[in-house]
Each structure stands twice: as structure tokens, then as C-alpha cells.
């Protein structure tokens, strides 16, 4: 059973940061690819980073050069550092992995920023 649990959300004020954490059971590397989706109200779930087994990274671009994915392999864990966060990122932020062909979700962390 593969779980990945979020957390690190929160309230903050614009131009604040933030850090989420997913931590997933078992080896990380054992995804194609591990990633942060969000969800606002009314709206479709989207992409925001990911990175793969080999490394590579994509960011959405609303928040190119605001945020940076990273990954703690020895901890089975994702980052997503949030800096100079905007109202609009507000949302559920959710951890979502591939392997084959499944995905996997948290059960995602509310981030809201205030303006």
C-alpha cells in the first residue's frame, strides 16, 4: 500500500514562504516521478512541480523562480519550498506519485495566503 503524506501548510501573508513535506512509504526512487499538484476552490486540480527518478525537474510557470522542489531520498521525502507566496497560490496542495501506471495522492494540506 502506498501512502504519501503531506504536510507544512498553512496561513501566511503575501511575500511570506512556506515548506511542505510529502513523505512516502517506501523508497522514492521506486516512482517514475514524484510532485506537487494544487487545487483552488471552483477550479481544476493542477501541476505545479515535479521531479523524476533521474532527477529532472519541471515547474509550472506561475511559480517559476518562486518555488523549489527538492528531495530528501534518505528520508523517502519531497519538498516544496514556497517563496514570495501571492494570494492566488492558495489552495490544496496535494502530493500525487507515478509508478508504472498508477498514481498515487495524499489527502493534501491547505496552504491560504492572506493579502
Known amino acids: 500500500q502506498v501512502q504519501l503524506v503531506e504536510s507544512g501548510g498553512g496561513l501566511v501573508q503575501a511575500g511570506g514562504s512556506l515548506r511542505l513535506s510529502c513523505a512516502a512509504s517506501g523508497n522514492i526512487f521506486s516512482f517514475n516521478a514524484v510532485g506537487w499538484y494544487r487545487q483552488a476552490p471552483g477550479k481544476q486540480r493542477e501541476l505545479v512541480a515535479t521531479i523524476h527518478s533521474g532527477g529532472s525537474i519541471n515547474y509550472a510557470d506561475s511559480v517559476k523562480g518562486r518555488f523549489t522542489i527538492s528531495r530528501d531520498n534518505a528520508k523517502n521525502t519531497v519538498y516544496l519550498q514556497m517563496n514570495n507566496l501571492k494570494p492566488e497560490d492558495t489552495a490544496v496542495y496535494y502530493c500525487?506519485?507515478?509508478?508504472?501506471?498508477?498514481?498515487?495522492w495524499g489527502q493534501g494540506t491547505q496552504v491560504t495566503v492572506s493579502s
Open positions: 500525487g506519485a507515478t509508478r508504472a501506471l498508477s498514481n498515487y
